[in-house]
C-alpha cells in the first residue's frame, strides 16, 4: 500500500504544472519531474544523480557557492527563494523556490521543493512598474489547495496553505460530497471531470466561480488520476488573474509594453467586420505581413474562425462577458502552417460588446507531437494486423494440409497391405476429405489472389446486361440441398419476377455464395436462412438474412476490414481466413453499390446489398444467361470451410 501510495504522489508530481525537483542526504538530485526538463532544457538523464548537476545550472562558482550555503540555512522550510539557473541553451532564468517538504511529506523524499520560472514576471517588472499589484499577483502558478475525491464525489482529505479560498469551514469538508458542499452548476463540472479521469487516466482542467460573500471569486482546477476510485483535484485561486484580464482588455494601451513583449499573438478586432485594431509584433513575425498591410487582412480572411466566433453560442458567451477559446489554422504569406490556441474576450461597453481581444497561442510543435504519435499508433496497428494475418493464414493453410496429408498416409497404408476392396467406403471418404481440403486450399489461394489485384487495381469487371432475379435464384436453388444437410431451412422471396440490371454474374456468384457459406457457418441446427430481392426503383436491393448467433455491436464496424475476424484464436469453432467479406465488399462497390450490415447478437444477421439498376459502363450483351446454374465446383470451393 505504501509503494502505490509513493508511486502516486510521484506521478503527480511528474504531472505538475510547476517545477518539482528532490535531493537526497548527499546532495544529489533524485526527482526532476517535467516542467523541470521543458524550462531548464536538461532532461532526466543529465540531472539524475549527477553531482556536477549544480554546476549545470549555476555555473558561477560565486553564486553557486552561495545558494549551496543558503539552503541549508533555511532548514528545508522556505517559500518564494528566488535564484537565477543557467539553462541548457544558454539563457538565464529566474526560478521562485518553495520547499514544502515539511507540510506534506512524501516518504522516499526527504528535500523536495516546488519551482515556478517567474522570468517573465521580471521582466514585465521592469517594464510595466505601473501596472497594479493584482497584475503581479496573476503570475502566481502555484496551487495553494489540494483535494482527494472518491469515484462519487466524496471528499475523502484536503490540505490547503490559505483558508479563505475555502467556499465552507474547513469541518463541513471531509467526508462530504461536492455536491453537497458546491453550488450545482461547479458541481457538475467536478462531476464531469472525475468521471472524464476515471474513465481515461488522463489530466483534465477545469475553470469555475464561486460566490463568496464579498466577491465572486474564480477557480482552475486540474484532476489528476490516483487509483481506480479516486482522483486529486489541485486548485488555485486565479481571481486575481481572472479580473485583471477582463481590466486589461480596457486598458491595452496602457499595457502597450507588455503587449509587445509577449511570445504569443495579441490583437484587437471588430468582431462584425473582423477589422483588426491593433495587433502585436508575433503577429506580423508570424502572419509576415507589413503594417501598412493589416486593412487589406481581416481576421476571419487570416484565420478559419468566422463560422465558430460568429455561432449563436459564442455571441451569448461574449456578450455574458465569457471569454471563447478554441483551435484554428493558420497559413501565412509565405504558406508556412501554424496551429493556434485562440482565446478570445471581449471587451464590453456598457454592456455592449464593440471589439474583441485575441491571445493566440502558438501550439504547431505539439500539433506536430501528436500527427507523430498517430502515425506510430497507426504503424503499430498495422504491425498488429499483419501478424495476425500471418499466424491465422499460416493456420489456414497447415490445417487443411495436415488433413491431405493424413489422409494420403492412411490411403498408402490400405495399398501396404492389399486392402483394395472398400467394403466400409473408408477409401472413399478419405478421398473427399482429400479434395474437400484441395477445394479449400484453392479458395485461400483464390481469396489472396484477388484481395491483392482488388489493391492493385488490377481487377476489372466483365459486365453483361442479365436477370438478377434470377441468377440469385439459380444460385440458391443449386445450394438448397447443400443447405437442407445441414438441418438448415432455406427460403428464396422477391416481389419482382425480372429485373435487367448490368453486372458481372461471376462476381454476382461469388457475392452471394459468401454470404451464403458465412450464413451457414453461423447458423445452427434448425435455423433459417432467407434470401430476398426488391426493387427500389434506383437500386435492387438483395438481402441474405439468418437466425444464427449474430455478430457482437463492437466488431461490426470491423466485419468488413480484411483478415478481421470475430474470433481471431486459432482454436476458433469456424473456420475462415477473414479475406471473404472484404472481398464481397470490394466487389460490391465496384458494381458502384454497397453493403450493410444489421446484427444482434444471438438473434441472426443480415447483410443488405444495393447494386445499382443503371451501372454507367460498358458491357457486352448476355447471349446466354445462367437460367441452369449448377456450377458444383465453384459451391464445393465457395463452402469448403464447411465441414459436414
Known sequence: MQNIIYQNSIYILENMPVIIDALDKNGNFILWNKEAERVTGYTKEEILNNPDAFKLLYPDDEYRNYVLNLIPKLENNFRNLETTITCKDGTKKIISWSNVSSLYPIEGLTRWTVGVDITKRKVAEESLKNITSELLSIIKAFPDLY????????????KTYNKTDLFVEPENIIGNKITEILPQDVALLYESAIEYVLKTKKIKSIEYSLPFKKQKQYFEAR?????????????????????????????????????????????EADLYSGYIFVANPTFYKLTKLNKDELENYTIYSLFDIEDKVTQKSSIDS?????PIKFETKLVNNVNEEYYLELNIMPILENNLLERIFIYAKDITDSKKLEESRRKIKELEEYENIRSEFFANISHEFRT???????SIQLLELYLKNNKIVDENHTLQRYNKSIKQNCYRLLRLVNNLIDITKVSAGYMQLNLCECNIVSLVEDIVQSVADYINSKNIEITFDTEIEEKIIRCDKDKIERII?????????FTPEGGKIFVNITDLDEYTCISVKDTGIGIPKDKQDIIFERFSQVNKSLSREREGSGLGLNIVKSFVEMHGGEIKLISEEGKGSEFIILLPNNLEKDVYKDINPLNNFNNVERISIEFSDIYF
Open 318 to 322: 461574449l456578450l455574458d462577458g465569457k
Open 400 to 406: 487443411p494440409l495436415n488433413i491431405i496429408l493424413g
Open 147 to 158: 483535494f482527494r475525491i472518491s469515484s462519487d464525489t466524496t471528499i475523502i482529505d484536503f
Open 513 to 521: 455464395l459468401n454470404l451464403l457459406s458465412n450464413a451457414i457457418k
Open 223 to 267: 484532476l489528476v488520476y490516483l487509483n481506480e476510485k479516486e482522483v486529486m483535484a489541485v486548485v488555485r485561486n486565479i481571481t486575481e488573474k481572472k479580473l485583471i484580464e477582463i481590466k486589461n482588455l480596457n486598458q491595452q494601451m496602457k499595457y502597450k509594453s507588455f503587449f509587445d513583449y509577449s511570445p504569443d499573438i495579441l490583437l
